[in-house]
């Protein structure tokens, strides 16, 4: 049975400057961002690598965070107009757009780009946790209807969890009787992402001094970012379900993880076109 109240009731966070108006989602994205970088530039120094490029590179994938994140929004909907939308980000857009910006960038300032993709790793997932709380801020992205106290109600989320929108934009079934402006309950699956994303940190975190070659420890977070997506699918809101449950978020997140468990494979061993995460002292 759907609830048609919850004892949580969400409301989105916005920061008033005067005229200007500042999204919860927009601090958050920025806050995901400087943290990720401070994680990238204090680990490569302790490494005993030169920090300073992080700070051009992590600027190359905001701008490709920002992009990619808007044209897969705009491939999907199918509607080129939505370009100038205000909202429409999508996450594995935006991380396809911002990690190919940020080894590009990576590359023009000489970096080698295992050595840069094995500290974003960390980095990439403490940001990932705290851009899902913008999520949360704005009451995107939540999940399928949910019968429990812990369940959370979305009045004026993007879009509102009404049973008219569950049906309309997500495909949920309602049973009927159910008025079409009823504001239903669902799994704030924002939440549990800001979790898992702090939980897959607090692993590459501890094992940042591995022993194999630069570059594993970015593709033991594809696997763990992968294995965070599709399981996290199964709850969510959608509309893309292709194969019976499965949606083109999972299907892409069985790739990531194909692809980590590769990276992991061909960087497991330290050769000298392979090095270690530590700096060759002389």
Avoid at 116 to 128: L, S
Avoid at 152 to 161: Q, R
Avoid at 228 to 255: H, N, W
Wanted: with cysteine.
């Amino acid at each position: 049975m759907l609830l048609r109240s919850a004892p949580i009731v969400h409301h989105p966070f916005d920061v008033a400057l005067g005229p200007l108006t500042i999204s919860g989602f927009g601090i958050a994205v920025a806050l995901g961002f400087v943290i990720g970088q401070i994680i990238g530039q204090r680990e490569l120094a302790r490494r005993g690598h030169d920090p300073q490029p992080v700070g051009d590179v992590v600027l190359a994938a905001v701008v490709g965070f920002l992009v990619g994140a808007k044209l897969y929004y705009v491939i999907l909907m199918g509607d080129w107009s939505l370009v100038l939308s205000r909202g429409g980000f999508v996450f594995w857009g935006g991380l396809a757009g911002g990690v190919a910006a940020g080894l590009w960038m990576a590359y023009r300032r000489g970096m080698p780009l295992m050595r840069i993709a094995d500290v974003a790793g960390p980095g990439i997932a403490a940001g990932y946790a705290v851009g899902r709380t913008g999520c949360w801020a704005v009451g995107d992205d939540y999940g399928r209807p949910w019968d429990s106290p812990w369940a959370v109600a979305f009045p004026h989320g993007a879009p509102p969890s009404t049973a008219a929108n569950m049906q309309e934009q997500f495909g949920v079934p309602i049973p009927p009787g159910v008025a079409p402006d009823t504001v239903l309950s669902v799994y704030p699956t924002q939440l549990y992402e800001t979790a898992l994303g702090f939980l897959m940190f607090m692993v590459l975190w501890r094992l940042r001094d591995h022993g194999h070659a630069e570059g594993w420890l970015f593709g033991l977070w594809m696997v763990l970012a992968g294995v965070e997506r599709f399981a996290i699918e199964f709850l969510r809101a959608k509309d893309d379900r292709l194969l019976g449950p499965l949606t083109v978020a999972q299907l892409i997140a069985v790739g990531f993880v194909v692809g980590g468990l590769a990276l992991m494979a061909a960087r497991r061993r330290v050769t000298a076109a392979a090095p270690g995460v530590r700096a060759a002292t002389a």
